[in-house]
């Protein structure tokens, strides 16, 4: 790490200080962030879904996804019964 500068440097190995001049390195570019989504979702797969013996994560992982919109696309009707003094 001594001899690497900022811009080499991964997020998790940048002190406070050079977190400014770190962000300042990166690129922000629709295509570069395009590439990060690729490869965040290929380190997933690799990690959960293509695997010789697979796991419950990836099925526990949909369900809490799944549970989450399903209270997003509902939350304005929840609101309203939540503040009523009858809900019936």
Not at 28 to 39: H, L, V
Not at 53 to 81: M, T
């Amino acid at each position: 790490m001594a001899g690497k500068s900022v811009a080499e440097l991964q997020l998790r190995d940048v002190k406070l200080g050079q977190l400014p001049k770190w962000l300042a390195s990166c690129n922000f570019s629709p295509g570069s962030i395009f590439k990060a989504m690729q490869r965040g979702r290929n380190r997933y797969h690799a990690k959960y879904v293509n695997v010789v013996k697979p796991g419950v994560a990836p099925v526990g992982q949909f369900i809490a996804v799944f549970i989450l919109v399903s209270y997003i696309w509902r939350y304005k009707g929840e609101k309203s019964h939540r503040l009523s003094k009858y809900h019936w």
